[in-house]
């Protein structure tokens, strides 16, 4: 099914775009009245229950090899479990745009991990390429300028976030995604369910209660679409382009993010923007380019590696 048109899997890919892009204004909206580990609870609670209705659909069963529900027990804390949380708590700091931009440098963040590993050879794109995302974060940080403790903070949470995702999408390509015979809503479900069940036990170890009854209806709406769309929807969608278009093609989903983050979080929040934030996008866009051998320091374009 790989390689059709992109009239095929070109809307699945924007909307994919969307739903992730907006995901962090409905982040913003929720950490208004909830606590951080209430978000990410939530959301992951909400996505499960969206993705075992698909396999009650489809008649699907859940896994039975314990191993690999150890495996969704570590995927869960690094994929799930940790980054939403910290995504969480960082928004309480900084806005839903400058989140999104973080999260942007999660290319970054997987091929350094993967050099670590020796997964991966290093070269001269690559390693300027991480060189330049480096400028690019600390640019985004504005380290020129005097930030509060809560700003730092809350962007250190965020870019936290992103690590968690490079290394979380190296370990799940290895032990998860690439295993025979198990659909892929089959794998997002159990990772879910999974992480659902540690967000409970952390939160109410915690003293946080589960729900928070009295929270504005707003913050209920965000919720269910954090949770439906961006969590339980977004795995559907993420598997269906995929399928369609290829890993590589698909991962490039992330570029897009900013962009839709920036339309809600402006229009809708009235978040404004510093010239250092899109400049820094920027950087960091042309360096996941070099690493990702999109062009090369000679200024050729590199023929693209198809992964699927």
Same mark, same amino acid.
Request: hydrophobic content about 55%; some cysteine.
């Given at each position: 099914m790989r390689g059709k048109s992109a009239r095929v899997w070109l809307p699945g890919f924007l909307a994919l775009a969307a739903i992730w892009g907006n995901s962090f204004f409905f982040i913003k909206?929720?950490?208004?009245? @909830?606590?951080?580990? $209430?978000?990410?609870?939530?959301?992951? #609670?909400? !996505?499960?229950?969206?993705?075992?209705?698909?396999?009650?659909?489809?008649r699907r069963p859940l896994p039975r090899d314990p191993r690999l529900w150890l495996h969704f027990q570590i995927a869960s804390v690094v994929l799930t479990t940790l980054p939403f949380t910290l995504f969480a708590?960082?928004?309480?700091?900084?806005?839903?745009?400058?989140? #999104?931009?973080?999260?942007?440098?999660?290319?970054?963040? /997987?091929?350094?991990? /993967?050099?670590? @590993?020796?997964?991966?050879?290093?070269?001269?794109?690559?390693m300027t390429g991480l060189g330049l995302g480096f400028a690019g974060v600390m640019v985004v940080l504005g380290v020129w300028q005097p930030?509060?403790?809560?700003?730092?903070? !809350?962007?250190?949470?965020?870019?936290?976030?992103?690590?968690?995702?490079?290394?979380?999408g190296a370990y799940m390509g290895r032990f998860i995604t690439g295993r025979r015979g198990e659909p892929a809503v089959v794998l997002a479900a159990g990772q879910l369910l999974t992480g659902a069940a540690q967000l409970?036990?952390? /939160?109410?170890?915690?003293?946080?209660?589960l729900v928070d009854t009295a929270a504005p209806a707003e913050v209920w709406w965000s919720m269910l679409?954090?949770?439906g769309l961006g969590t339980g929807l977004a795995y559907l969608l993420l598997y269906w382009v995929q399928a369609r278009a290829g890993v590589t093609t698909t991962s490039t989903v992330t570029y897009l993010l900013p962009v839709f983050a920036v339309l809600s979080g402006v229009a809708v929040l009235g978040e404004t923007i510093t010239w250092n934030q899109p400049v820094g #996008?920027?950087?960091?866009?042309?360096?996941?380019?070099? /690493? $990702?051998?999109?062009?090369?320091?000679?200024?050729?374009?590199?023929?693209?590696a198809s992964l699927s």
């Open positions: 909206v929720a950490v208004g009245a @909830l606590h951080p580990l $209430q978000v990410s609870f939530g959301r992951m #609670a909400v !996505g499960a229950a969206v993705l075992l209705l698909a396999l009650a659909v489809t708590y960082g928004e309480q700091y900084v806005s839903s745009v400058v989140a #999104a931009i973080w999260n942007a440098t999660t290319p970054l963040c /997987t091929l350094a991990f /993967t050099l670590l @590993l020796r997964a991966e050879k290093p070269n001269a794109g690559r930030m509060a403790g809560g700003q730092l903070g !809350g962007s250190l949470a965020c870019f936290g976030a992103a690590l968690c995702y490079g290394v979380g409970a036990v952390i /939160t109410l170890v915690a003293g946080v209660p679409a954090l949770g #996008a920027l950087i960091i866009l042309a360096a996941i380019a070099l /690493t $990702q051998g999109a062009v090369r320091l000679g200024g050729k374009r590199a023929a693209a």
